[in-house]
């Protein structure tokens, strides 16, 4: 027999809490076939939880049986200029909402012109206020404002 369990997610970004409408959000089994695909909406959340088969919970207050009262599952949080969030093995329990927050980190944006609302912009001349990471050349530094 089985149940169902149910996964909500808020994406938002990482220091604000501003909410991220158009965040991809990917729902997979561990062998990485795609259970959903939703669209975060403008309150940075999914219109209605996601519905996931999971194992009844009487199966598993048996000793001995081997069933876990959980389904395993991966989520993948996407967005354009922000980095991509990738969760495995998230446990998602019957008759229970699994709650999971996305905070989304803006990407290291080298070679284009980042957008204005990320709130930064390319520099060539010192002082640079950036981190320098990996080979990254100068000309390649964001600086922050």
């Known amino acids: 027999m089985s149940a169902t369990g149910y996964i909500q997610v808020n ?7 501003i909410p991220l409408q158009g965040a991809a959000i990917t729902i997979t089994r561990p062998d990485g076939s795609a ?5 975060t909406n403008r309150s940075g959340t999914l219109d209605a939880p996601i519905e ?5 919970r009487a199966a598993s207050q048996t000793p001995n049986t081997g069933i876990v009262p959980f389904t395993d599952v991966n989520l993948y949080g996407r967005m354009e200029n922000f980095e991509t969030i990738e969760i495995e093995n998230l446990q998602v329990f019957p008759a229970t909402l699994t709650v999971q927050d996305l905070a989304m980190i803006p990407a290291l944006l080298v070679g284009k012109e980042p957008p204005a609302e990320l709130g930064c912009s390319y520099v060539s001349a010192e002082p640079y206020d950036a ?3 990996g080979s990254l050349t100068l000309g390649q530094l964001l600086h922050f404002s």
């Open 52 to 56: 996931i088969t999971v194992p009844d």
């Open 35 to 39: 259970i959903a695909m939703r669209l």
């Open 11 to 17: 994406a938002y970004t990482s220091n604000a809490r």
């Open 131 to 133: 981190v320098v990471i």
